[in-house]
């Protein structure tokens, strides 16, 4: 049983030894050329490190600009103005709405 | 270091080293089983590239070329059912491969070269599952213990194939000499 193993294996042999693999480029072509789902995975997988005074400051510097400017923004158009109860003919409008009214009014 | 720890350490010269020291031996067992250069190089290469992804699950360097055999076997199992469906219905892109074939071919390797392939033809001849465990056992000298986990089968099972492989093997080579 073993020759006629190591017989057959040399037959074999003998009649295979002309194959040769080739195609070892053609891996290493496939293993550097990474799919885009691969390189997306290892861009996620990244470590980065970020220093937490300077970025802080960063947003505590927009924080407070952004802030600023509101306020500023709502001082100009006067959004904040309280605005005034006025009586007129038994009832309470607001003066802002009176007076708009009142316009239309002298208009037409 | 061994090959299979610089791999893990993406040393891509050393998967070259692999395809140097394991390329030929894997190639000619898929060409047993598939019957066909092309597609037993492109197994080969399939091989390679999922050793190299799935390096890490290798837990033991020693049974790299069983590892990699075993990945081989998958792959040809693969195309061998892919092959046989291409077969059935036959699409464009085969045809065209066919008619490159016709022109100049690896195939040329495999019958020219004077080399007498009776042995080679014969086991071709043989049905996948006999081919298979006939391969292993006699190319690849495999325990049937080791077919067995191979191809994740029972030991009996194997040896009965064996036995039958044999049989079909014999009368094939019986019959080329007859007709030789």
């Not at chain 1, 100009?76 to 009214?101: F, M, S, T």
């Not at chain 2, 080293?17 to 000619?28: F, K, P, S, T, V």
């Amino acid at each position: 049983m073993n020759k006629e193993r190591s017989n057959l294996k040399e037959q074999l042999n003998k009649e295979l030894n002309h194959l040769h693999f080739l195609g070892q480029q053609k891996v290493l072509n496939h293993i550097h050329n990474k799919s885009w789902k691969q390189r997306i995975k290892l861009f996620m997988n990244k470590e980065i490190e970020l220093p937490i005074l300077p970025v802080s400051t960063v947003f505590l510097l927009l924080f407070l600009s952004f802030a600023t400017k509101s306020i500023i923004l709502d001082d100009g158009l006067g959004r904040n103005k309280e605005k005034i109860l006025i009586e007129a003919g038994g009832n309470v409008y607001w003066k802002e709405e009176l007076l708009k009214v009142e316009s239309k009014d002298e208009e037409s | 270091m061994h090959l299979v720890n610089r791999i893990k350490q993406i040393d891509e010269k050393a998967i070259n080293d692999i395809m140097e020291q394991y390329g030929d031996y894997l190639l000619r067992t898929a060409v047993l089983l598939l019957k066909d250069y092309q597609e037993a190089e492109e197994a080969v290469q399939d091989t390679f590239i999922i050793a190299y992804q799935k390096m890490e699950q290798l837990d033991d360097p020693k049974k790299l070329k069983s590892w990699l055999t075993a990945i081989m076997i998958n792959q040809c199992r693969a195309r061998f059912r892919k092959w046989s469906w291409k077969h059935v219905f036959p699409s464009f892109d085969i045809i065209n491969s066919q008619k490159d074939d016709l022109n100049q071919t690896h195939d040329d390797l495999l019958i020219g070269a004077d080399t007498k392939q009776n042995m080679v033809d014969a086991i071709q001849q043989l049905d996948y599952k006999y081919r298979e465990v006939i391969t292993l056992y006699y190319f690849n000298e495999y325990k049937i213990t080791e077919i067995a986990v191979q191809l994740d089968t029972k030991e009996n099972t194997v040896k009965s194939r064996l036995k039958r492989g044999r049989l079909l093997l014999k009368d094939l080579l019986k019959k080329k000499e007859d007709v030789g």
